[in-house]
Nanobody
Framework: QVQLVEVGGGLVQAGGSLRLSCTVS????????MGWFRQAPAKEREFVAA????????RYAESVKGQFTISRDNAKNTVYLQMNSLKPEDTAVYYC????????????????WGQGTQVTISS
C-alpha cells in the first residue's frame, strides 16, 4: 500500500515562502510521476505542478509559473514544492499525489493521495 504524507504547511504573511514536502512509502517512489494539487475553500481541487519520475520534466499551472518550484529526491522518496512570493489567493489545502503514468499532463490519473496540508497566507 502506498502512503503519502505531506508536511510544511502553515500560516505566513503575503510575500513569504514555504516549502512543502511529501514523503512516499510502500512502493518504488522513483517509478511515479508526482504531482501537487490544491483546494481552496468553496473551490474545486486544481492542479499546481507535476514532476516526472526522473525529474527531467516538470509542468506548472499558469497561476504558479515562476512562483512555485517542484523537485524530487528519489533517494529520500520525497517530492517538494517550494512556494515563493505567496499571495492570499494561494491559501488552500495542498495535496501531493502519485501516478504510474509517465506523463506530467494535469489530467493523468493519480491513484494515490496524501491527506493534505493547510497553507494560509495572510494579507
Amino acid at each position: 500500500q502506498v502512503q503519502l504524507v505531506e508536511v510544511g504547511g502553515g500560516l505566513v504573511q503575503a510575500g513569504g515562502s514555504l516549502r512543502l514536502s511529501c514523503t512516499v512509502s510502500g512502493r518504488t517512489f522513483s517509478r511515479y510521476t508526482m504531482g501537487w494539487f490544491r483546494q481552496a475553500p468553496a473551490k474545486e481541487r486544481e492542479f499546481v505542478a507535476a514532476i516526472s519520475w526522473a525529474g527531467g520534466s516538470t509542468r506548472y499551472a499558469e497561476s504558479v509559473k515562476g512562483q512555485f518550484t517542484i523537485s524530487r529526491d528519489n533517494a529520500k522518496n520525497t517530492v517538494y514544492l517550494q512556494m515563493n512570493s505567496l499571495k492570499p489567493e494561494d491559501t488552500a489545502v495542498y495535496y501531493c499525489a502519485a501516478s504510474a503514468d509517465w506523463r506530467t499532463t494535469p489530467t493523468i490519473n493519480y491513484a494515490y493521495w496524501g491527506q493534505g496540508t493547510q497553507v494560509t497566507i495572510s494579507s
